[in-house]
């Protein structure tokens, strides 16, 4: 099978230039540690249309002739670049999205340009009802990551990157599909052959790790994941092929791994990003690279940052109480005047800042004169909730952490 050449990427460079943005390169200092090397930050999210996936797109479109009628299936981020790149060129586009994709993306999707035909319960329905249409009506499919058009325009981002960073070492890039680690891996690999490419998969969604270890496209049965955009059933021939002979690893990262980066990236960059955005930012902070090889100066991709706002949320809320910094106890205090008030004292004595608090008089263990206290506290982090528990138990508190 004939890869994506340096060449390509280099003619999708120069076909993308004044239209999608050169996103900015940002270090992160507070990683170096945790890293054991510079991490530097290619920002996608900045990207128009909130990811990556618009160089692709644009790419791919530019190359059709006047008056073709686009057609693409996606729940998020591949048809909005789908969308805008068509408009940017001039041509309709019709975009299949499922029910559950939600209503901003939705929403942006149609702003763009497209018609948005929304039905099915998931991608795959709407990637069958897109490829009927467009056999129906003579119109021509854009694929999110099977196209060396596709991957050609991802790989831009590593030119971008290698022109900003000559002496990287590592790239670290989230896998869906694989059309984003297909074109880095091959532009990377033919400037640098000596630098390292890493590839990220949500541990719920390993598609890519599968069918490398079953030798060919392996579709999963399920997939359970918090990354919405890198949750992929199975990729495809071509893109498997360019992660065998470009990339040198691929790691797993947790959904609560994936949480963590998300908040990180929230507080240290004054940015956001959507949990697939965040995976090649997990995979380092949470260590997964053996200690044995120098990462070097290291660039994370953060994909995109398309992202709803009551998820967004859940997630910030879910992301902080992984980090120590949401703390919820149960304590038993005597049911009498003022005991409320000495425990909120010793809480604030210790500098916990309370953003909840319940009764509860039902449960069967508790003495007759006892009322259960659910108290939600917010500390600095996890040495700040082992001081605090520490220090309720030594003025007497009963307490459970739940």
């Known amino acids: ?22 996103t900015s390169l940002s270090r992160i200092d507070s990683l170096v540690r945790a890293a054991g090397a510079d991490v530097w930050c290619k920002e996608e999210q900045r990207q128009r249309t909130g990811s990556f996936k618009v160089r692709g797109a644009y790419n791919h479109i530019a190359q059709l002739e006047p008056g073709t009628h686009v057609v693409a299936a996606s ?188 908040v990180t990236v929230l507080e ?22 053996p200690r044995k090889r120098r990462l070097g100066p290291t660039v994370v991709v953060l994909s995109g940052g398309n992202v709803d706002a009551l998820l967004l949320s859940r997630l910030i809320e879910h992301g902080l109480s992984v980090a120590g910094r949401y703390l919820r106890l149960r304590i038993d205090v005597p049911d009498r005047p003022g005991s409320l008030a000495a425990l909120a004292n010793d809480v604030a004595q210790l500098e916990l800042n309370i953003l909840a608090v319940d009764h509860h008089r039902e449960r069967a263990s508790l003495d007759l004169d006892e009322v259960e206290v659910a108290i939600t506290v917010e500390t600095r982090g996890q040495e700040h909730r082992r001081s605090a528990l520490k220090g309720l138990r030594d003025r007497g508190w009963h307490v459970r952490p739940s």
């Open 1 to 22: 099978m004939r890869l994506v050449s340096i060449d390509e990427v280099r003619e999708a460079e120069l076909r993308i230039a004044g239209v999608i943005r050169r």
């Open 268 to 289: 240290r960059m004054k940015s956001v990003v959507e949990p697939s955005g965040a995976a090649a930012l997990a995979a380092v902070m949470a260590n997964k690279f």
């Open 75 to 262: 729940a998020g981020n591949h048809a909005q670049g789908v969308a805008l790149a068509a408009s940017l060129c001039g041509l309709a586009s019709t975009i299949f999205m499922p029910r559950i994709a939600s209503l901003p993306k939705v929403t942006a999707t149609q702003e763009y340009g497209a018609v948005v035909e929304l039905g099915g319960d998931t991608v795959d329905d709407a990637v069958a009802r897109a490829k009927q249409f467009a056999h129906d009506t003579g119109s021509h499919f854009v694929p999110p990551f099977d196209d060396r058009s596709v991957i050609a325009g991802q790989g831009t981002i590593a030119l971008e990157v290698l022109a900003d960073l000559p002496e990287m070492a590592t790239i670290v890039v989230p896998i869906g599909g694989g059309g984003l680690i297909s074109g880095i891996g091959a532009a990377v690999k033919a400037l640098k052959p000596n630098c390292r490419v890493v590839g990220v998969e949500a541990q719920g969604a390993a598609s890519m790790r599968a069918s490398l270890d079953a030798g060919s496209p392996h579709r999963l049965g399920s997939i359970a994941t918090i990354a919405d955009g890198i949750a992929v059933r199975s990729p495809s021939a071509l893109t498997l092929a360019h992660v065998k002979a470009f990339v040198d690893d691929i790691v797993t990262v947790t959904d609560e791994e994936i949480g963590q980066a998300l």
